[in-house]
């Protein structure tokens, strides 16, 4: 049977004929947002990005507009990145939350609503777009650009007075390690964007030392995701020549499934098992690509607000407090919070602040140095 998301003409991978510019949209339409408090229009948009390479490629996402009487001016742009959804099938944020099946960050999504943001959702390279995946789990470069290209298409909307709006990004997990590589690219990559900051919770800074650590227990099925994301974004290296036969069959099978399916079908198995040594991660080419991946290498030259949960058991909150001493060296300015709490319950109990934090950020001018006047909340 057809999948009639995966095979929707709008998501159809085409050869590009030309180079786009980083942010021009290629496609879009209008669609509903049913399962969404506080959305009012809304599109799906296929725009041009650029790989962790620099090579151009199309990737889709979502736009929503909150549902406000009179807005003052142009709203803020919230670029939400959201947590891993997989590497490949029903999957894609801007597939979900237009009423195509159940997107579990909806109610943080409707948070940003109520403050009268305009949220972008990107999809990510890889995830969505027939024919260009698997997704680049875990490659800093490729959704930083994600995201940032979201951000320029957004401005280019025809439908929305946003061509000087004010943006902030957030995310959690994986979308934490998206908002703050957008953060740490956009002073070269998209140094025209108005970011004013970002929320980041449970990053993941490290992921040669979160896939050690996952390898072989309920979470390993990410470790396999790293494994395909990143040779899927370092193609000009062998990154899958340490695998065997039975390896490459088990990856072409993985990498079409989401993130739901990949936790079951390899829980408590080790990467070991598909490649010819056991810890196919301390492999020097590995170890080149997972060194090139780690975050804190550049200063957010915008405040960054980073949470964690004490009690997570996926990503440790030591990496969290890593992070947060590599940007306090280079002079970010930072605030940090710890919940006692696991992975998923800081999700919950930090997006209140985090939401806060922003609103606090998107009130400031571009320089930093004082308040834009501000702007009537809805309530």
Same mark, same amino acid.
């Given at each position: 049977?057809?999948?009639?998301?995966?095979?929707?003409?709008?998501?159809?991978?085409?050869?590009?004929?030309?180079?786009?510019?980083?942010?021009?949209?290629?496609?879009?339409?209008?669609?509903?947002?049913?399962?969404?408090?506080?959305?009012?229009?809304?599109?799906?948009?296929?725009?041009?990005?650029?790989?962790?390479?620099?090579?151009?490629?199309?990737?889709?996402?979502?736009?929503?507009?909150?549902?406000?009487?009179?807005?003052?001016?142009?709203?803020?742009?919230?670029?939400?990145?959201?947590?891993?959804?997989?590497?490949?099938?029903?999957?894609?944020?801007?597939?979900?939350?237009?009423?195509?099946?159940?997107?579990?960050?909806?109610?943080?999504?409707?948070?940003?609503?109520?403050?009268?943001?305009?949220?972008?959702?990107?999809?990510?390279?890889?995830?969505?777009?027939?024919?260009?995946?698997?997704?680049?789990?875990?490659?800093?470069?490729?959704?930083?650009?994600?995201?940032?290209?979201?951000?320029?298409?957004?401005?280019?909307?025809?439908?929305?007075?946003?061509? *000087?709006? =004010?943006? +902030?990004?957030? #995310?959690?997990? %994986? $979308? &934490?390690?998206? !908002?703050?590589? /957008?953060?740490?690219?956009?002073?070269?990559?998209?140094?025209?964007?108005?970011?004013?900051?970002?929320?980041?919770?449970?990053?993941? *800074?490290? =992921?040669? +030392?979160?896939? #050690?650590?996952? %390898? $072989? &227990?309920?979470? !390993?099925?990410? /470790?396999?995701?790293?494994?395909?994301?990143?040779?899927?974004?370092?193609?000009?290296?062998?990154?899958?020549?340490?695998?065997?036969?039975?390896?490459?069959?088990?990856?072409?099978?993985?990498?079409?499934?989401?993130?739901?399916?990949?936790?079951?079908?390899?829980?408590?198995?080790?990467?070991?098992?598909?490649?010819?040594?056991?810890?196919?991660?301390?492999?020097?080419?590995?170890?080149?690509?997972?060194?090139?991946?780690?975050?804190?290498?550049?200063?957010?030259?915008?405040?960054?607000?980073?949470?964690?949960?004490?009690?997570?058991?996926?990503?440790?909150?030591?990496?969290?407090?890593?992070?947060?001493?590599?940007?306090?060296?280079?002079?970010?300015?930072?605030?940090?919070?710890?919940?006692?709490?696991?992975?998923?319950?800081?999700?919950?109990?930090?997006?209140?602040?985090?939401?806060?934090?922003?609103?606090?950020?998107?009130?400031?001018?571009?320089?930093?140095?004082?308040?834009?006047?501000?702007?009537?909340?809805?309530?």
């Amino acid at each position: 049977m057809t999948d009639p998301i995966t095979f929707d003409d709008f998501y159809r991978s085409a050869a590009l004929d030309f180079t786009p510019h980083p942010g021009e949209i290629l496609r879009r339409r209008a669609v509903a947002t049913p399962d969404l408090h506080g959305a009012n229009r809304a599109w799906q948009l296929v725009y041009a990005t650029r790989t962790g390479r620099r090579a151009p490629i199309p990737a889709s996402g979502i736009v929503i507009t909150p549902d406000i009487a009179e807005p003052a001016g142009p709203s803020p742009i919230l670029l939400y990145c959201p947590v891993f959804h997989g590497l490949g099938g029903r999957c894609a944020p801007s597939q979900l939350l237009a009423g195509e099946g159940t997107e579990p960050e909806t109610g943080f999504i409707a948070t940003a609503l109520e403050r009268g943001w305009t949220v972008a959702v990107p999809d990510g390279v890889g995830v969505g777009m027939t024919g260009l995946g698997p997704h680049h789990f875990l490659a800093g470069d490729a959704a930083a650009h994600a995201v940032l290209d979201l951000a320029r298409a957004v401005r280019a909307l025809p439908e929305l007075d946003a061509t *000087a709006a =004010p943006c +902030a990004a957030w #995310g959690y997990a %994986d $979308g &934490g390690r998206a !908002a703050i590589w /957008a953060a740490e690219q956009r002073p070269h990559y998209a140094p025209e964007l108005d970011l004013r900051g970002v929320a980041a919770g449970a990053v993941v *800074a490290d =992921p040669g +030392a979160l896939i #050690g650590e996952i %390898d $072989g &227990g309920p979470w !390993a099925g990410l /470790a396999l995701a790293g494994l395909i994301g990143l040779s899927r974004a370092y193609p000009h290296l062998p990154m899958r020549h340490l695998l065997t036969d039975e390896g490459h069959d088990t990856i072409e099978r993985a990498q079409e499934l989401d993130a739901a399916r990949l936790l079951v079908a390899y829980r408590n198995t080790a990467l070991g098992r598909w490649c010819e040594r056991e810890d196919p991660w301390n492999d020097p080419m590995w170890c080149y690509a997972l060194a090139n991946e780690t975050s804190g290498r550049e200063a957010p030259q915008v405040p960054v607000h980073l949470y964690h949960g004490i009690e997570d058991t996926l990503v440790p909150v030591a990496m969290g407090r890593s992070l947060f001493a590599e940007y306090r060296t280079h002079g970010v300015d930072l605030s940090w919070r710890e919940y006692p709490t696991s992975h998923t319950g800081a999700a919950t109990d930090g997006a209140a602040e985090a939401v806060a934090r922003l609103a606090d950020y998107l009130q400031r001018r571009p320089d930093g140095t004082g308040a834009t006047p501000p702007r009537p909340q809805t309530t």
